[in-house]
């Protein structure tokens, strides 16, 4: 069953030594769930879920930034709680130490501010032309129509994937995104146009690059050496499919928060589309309340941040961290007015998001593109949904103008 509801008769007492009963809670659970398990819950910054194998979820913003920050005690040999993650190598996440310095070194000449800065035309560009083809329809899902496909061709534009696999890497994006709700997720990715043809997709474009090199990453990956050994084509194809993993549905997902936000919320509307200033913000505002994603370690001693055993699966959700009110004031409230915000979006310490940056660009650009050719829009009441599992956003947000 997925997004349990918790009802408070469901508090659980202390168990002997003051560490509380394990709860039922799913790793697939919404962020709204998340909050509301830790707030019933947590004990001492956690709470345990007995669901499958187990795993523990930090719920304070310290402890959260700590555990990221401390890869001596918080492995990311295990980045998550679904069955099965521990059994696989991705390229850089789960590397650690020397070599994922390597990795982070070789990757990050292609996610610099000023690459980001060069490539921000284009996105603009993309924008522009994609949300121009849309304007006499009067109504679109804006995730499916729009912000789906953008994030995507920016992703390709910047790593140098060829424009006509586009069809191809949306619906390995969709089957990936239609898997989590599935009974069996892990089952789901690997289905026939999930993981197997993703990685087939990257397998393929190695061979193309080396036949054909280009001024692309993948190129330039061939002449790559790790830990004075080249790279081979199980970590190259690894890297490849991390880079899509990680490169376009939290983009997404918080392009369609904001707007469906806006669409709510008309007087902060106005405020973007009137005063310059705050749109940078803005964005970081929505990146702090949407955040939804729940990296997760594995705790490599006993007692780890005092609820861990050696072995045990610990989730550090951003969802918890960036709304804890020790650290932001009314977390649940938009505030573009909000003087401090440290929050964590792209997670912290040795493996924070390398692809923040463009992200931020991609955001940013898009959220202005389509005010100022699409200033008033709507959810009808008819369309509008429950947010689903996993991440926030509706992925048929409904808009019409």
Not at 137 to 160: Q, T, W
Not at 196 to 220: K, M, N, V
Not at 269 to 295: G, H, K, Q
Request: aromatic letters at 10%.
């Amino acid at each position: 069953m997925r997004n349990e509801q918790l009802s408070e008769t469901d508090a659980p007492a202390r168990a002997s030594g003051g560490c509380p009963v394990s709860v039922d809670f799913d790793f697939f659970n919404a962020p709204e769930e998340y909050r509301r398990a830790a707030a019933m819950y947590a004990r001492d910054g956690a709470f345990h879920s007995d669901r499958g194998p187990g795993f523990w979820v930090l719920s304070s913003y310290e402890g959260i930034c700590e555990a990221f920050r401390d890869e001596d005690t918080f492995t990311v040999g295990r980045v998550s709680a679904a069955e099965g993650a521990q059994e696989e190598r991705w390229v850089p996440l789960t590397v650690e130490g020397a070599e994922h310095t390597e990795w982070r070194r070789r990757l990050a000449s292609w996610f610099t501010p000023q690459r980001v800065r060069d490539l921000t035309p284009g996105v603009r560009g993309r924008a522009r032309a994609r949300i121009g083809g849309l304007l006499e329809r009067g109504e679109i899902s804006f995730n499916e129509d729009f912000a789906r496909p953008f994030v995507m061709e920016n992703l390709m534009e910047a790593v140098g994937w060829p424009a006509e696999r586009l069809d191809l890497l949306l619906a390995i994006d969709r089957a990936m995104i239609d898997s989590r709700s599935e009974p069996d997720p892990r089952e789901a990715a690997y289905g026939e146009l999930g993981l197997p043809a993703l990685e087939r997709f990257a397998r393929e474009h190695i061979a193309l690059r080396r036949a054909e090199p280009a001024g692309d990453l993948t190129t330039a990956s061939l002449t790559w050496t790790i830990g004075g050994e080249p790279v081979g084509d199980d970590d190259r194809a690894s890297l490849l499919c991390v880079i899509f993993l990680a490169g376009v549905d939290s983009t997404v997902n918080h392009l369609a928060n904001a707007v469906q936000y806006f669409a709510y919320h008309e007087a902060d509307r106005t405020r973007f589309l009137t005063e310059r200033d705050i749109r940078p913000v803005a964005v970081e505002e929505f990146l702090r309340v949407n955040s939804c994603m729940y990296p997760g370690r594995m705790a490599v001693r006993p007692g780890a941040a005092g609820v861990t055993d050696q072995g045990d699966t610990v989730l550090l959700p951003l969802a918890l961290a960036n709304h804890d009110p020790a650290v932001f004031d009314r977390p649940e409230q938009v505030d573009f007015d909000r003087e401090r915000n440290p929050h964590i979006a792209f997670g912290t310490g040795a493996h924070q998001c390398l692809g923040a940056a463009f992200a931020r660009a991609q955001i940013l650009t898009a959220l202005e593109e389509w005010h100022r050719a699409v200033p008033r829009y709507e959810v009808p009441a008819a369309l509008r949904q429950d947010p689903p599992p996993f991440l926030r956003n509706s992925y048929d947000l409904r808009l019409t103008w």
